[in-house]
């Protein structure tokens, strides 16, 4: 039953983070393998992999809190393309970063819209 | 001009927050008024009333954003509030809490339930 | 196998938090079920039942990590006991939080000195 | 040599803080000694006690640093109490913590303002 | 009068953040032209615009609070430049980012001191 | 007195963090040399060299916290290299950045991780 969710949560992270997702999940082999199997079994397989709320709704949501939060760009630039993977326009996103001026400040959304810059950037 | 975006402002704030948000702006009436009226202009008038991302999807990120911080306990709580007045419903608003175990850990995520339990208590 | 997870999460969790742990535990089960279930299965099941640290190191990392983020006191308090559980004294405790002076401030530090103050005068 | 630092720091928290301060230190005596002797020589001896900056800039900062951060009512509280107490007006108090809803966000302003009105409702 | 107050924000702008403001609005112009007119409009027109207290003592408040958040080094890097073009002191500056040692705790001082120490290097 | 204070202080920073903690220090000799003193004198005369608590659950609180708290990537390397230096193991050093998967979330302990990585791989 392990691997049924291990196996959810890896096709999981396939469809919300794509190539990059699994790029984060290789570099962690070496040092951390065991880290690498909770990442994909808890977050992906147990909390992802939830009905009750859609995909997107989850995504923007971790949006918004990566932007407010401010101390894990890589991640936010992550879930950006995510967030783009699972069906939110570039519109929304800018939109919920720019909803976080209210809950965490100027610089915090800034550098959440510079973080969607780049990532628009890459799939333009 | 500049009382159109009040006037915006205070519309939205009601329909959002309701008695609790109106009682947040009397409070600040007499120590910072000015702060009252800018509180109305900004995120309400300015931000809220923006077009590009639905009400629902702005109160599950704000949600979602006040629970990573975890420092806000008091607006927490009104925004709770602010999801159901907009069409949230309880699953949505618990799905969005936990969804922040993994980007805030389980303190955050947990404060956060316990906040949705107070409110869901006194809506019932 | 699932059922293993989470009977070691739950024997883990009464290990280390004792009766504070069952408390949280009981007073999800009418708001949100499954984060009980989760809650015993990740934190308590996967990663505090891992060999290759020590409880009393964990117990002490977590007790330094919560007196930093400063935003989530009541689990603090829950993990101070936890501390004293698993073998740590309360001069550890003390120090560990003295040491959050230099790296999170005098008043994370100060506000852990005063959960720890309300945990030992609970336990003498 | 350290009793000039601690004897300076002691004179510097009195002048700051006042009454409040004193009580800070006297509430750790039988639980952390060693942590009010620190308390009263690095932050007040060494860093309070530097010129090149005066105390009620000194102070504003403190108050604009503690509603940014959060995370430390009580000690937001003290230093509120301790700009009034080095000559800053109500209003620059209430202009520096509005001044955070651009760095901070409005609930980390909104928060601040409470607690200055809590200080000057007793200061009346 | 909106006109007005994104005039004042925009004088307000070019006086305190220079060259290095422009850049930012400039630079948000094609992903979020919006983002950039109500940056202009509420922190410099409707913020910094207030009387009740100094540009020094607003510039200096903006350093601490930067500083000791520690998650918004561009932003930083901006406000020592604001800080030193509305009148402080390089000596000011290096205080009221040593007096964050005691509310953040020393990295976020140390990674402060390094902002002000690129800053200084270049306006020499 | 003050000088037995600095030498301990300046003897406990190269047992700790050795040739790195030397680099911040002179670093720091141009721009705000006091400061060099006080880190010397507070954290490392101060605090770590106090008794009560071991150097390797020190540095295992410390890399906790920093990872946790996940704005001082810097100061992470820094005492990710400390903790080694003192005794810690790597797989010691990687179970307490996981265990923070639980207090802060998956992203901070991730960057956790790949700090550990990049000082693993200069050490080996």
Known sequence: MENERFN??????????????????????????????????????????RSGLDLKSRELAVVAALTALGNARPQLIVHIHGALNVGCSKQEIIEVIMQMTVYAGFPAALNGIFAAKEVFGQTE
């Open 8 to 49: 959810r949560g890896w096709e999981k992270l396939k469809e919300i983070d794509g190539k990059a997702g699994e790029n984060v999940i290789e570099s962690l082999r070496d040092i951390a393998p065991d880290f690498a199997k909770l990442l994909i079994e808890f977050p992906f397989g147990d909390i992802y992999s």
